[in-house]
């Protein structure tokens, strides 16, 4: 998702509302949960590249090199 595609469709909310973001994935779900809440810690601009760490799971490599590229990137956490 670019930022353009989230700025529109958080325009359409109450901004006085909390963001919340969930995740069914059963890797990350405590024992006997459906869901797992996360809330959002911070957000920034940072240089980075794109990768897989060598067990294949997509990861970034920070700093300004030739093929990295700007992100935003939500830091979130399951401690709300």
């Not at 958080?10 to 901004?15: A, G, H, M, V, Y």
């Not at 294949?56 to 030739?66: A, D, E, N, R, V």
């Amino acid at each position: 998702m670019k930022v353009k595609d989230l700025h529109s469709i958080l325009r359409e909310f109450n901004p006085e509302h909390d963001i919340l973001c969930y995740c069914e994935d059963e890797n990350n779900l405590p024992d006997k949960h459906i869901i797992r809440i996360f809330e959002i810690r911070s957000v920034e601009r940072k240089e980075a590249e794109k990768t897989r760490a060598e067990d294949g799971i997509p990861s970034l490599k920070f700093g300004k090199t030739q093929n990295s590229t700007p992100h935003v990137l939500i830091e979130i956490t399951a401690d709300i």
